[in-house]
Nanobody
Framework: QVQLVESGGGLVQAGDSLRLSCAAS????????MGWFSQAPAPGKEREFVATLSWRGGSTLYADSVKGRFTISRDNAKNTVYLQMSSLKPEDTAVYFC?????????????????WGQGTQVTVSS
């Protein structure tokens, strides 16, 4: 069973940067996309789309709230996807989950992703 392991979260101040990493335990057969979702620490809050990257074509899609501040990238050889987060805001505070899809690329919908990591906490203080 493929595992996704996130790292790089932490506590930072507003305006700081962080880089999240997500490594797959093995090459994912028929991988179409890898992406990032976030879940804020509020009761009933659902996972929200952050960014996704098409594994074959390399195209990217971002949530409006992170455009111009976050960048998703990959290292094919390492089966790893990154999320460079800049100009962080307190409202970016959340658990960030890495996800992979063998069904579709370019999706901002969590149900289209069939592999998930355990999440890494990002806390941005004001």
């Amino acid at each position: 069973q493929v595992q996704l392991v996130e790292s790089g979260g932490g506590l930072v101040q507003a305006g700081d940067s962080l880089r999240l990493s997500c490594a797959a335990s093995e090459r994912i057969f028929s991988l179409d996309a890898m992406g990032w979702f976030s879940q804020a620490p509020a009761p009933g809050k659902e996972r929200e789309f952050v960014a996704t990257l098409s594994w074959r074509g390399g195209s990217t899609l971002y949530a409006d709230s992170v455009k111009g501040r976050f960048t998703i990238s990959r290292d094919n050889a390492k089966n790893t996807v990154y999320l460079q987060m800049s100009s962080l805001k307190p409202e970016d505070t959340a658990v960030y989950f890495c996800a992979a899809s063998t069904w579709t690329s370019g999706s901002d919908t969590s149900r289209h992703y069939n592999y998930w990591g355990q999440g890494t906490q990002v806390t941005v203080s004001s």
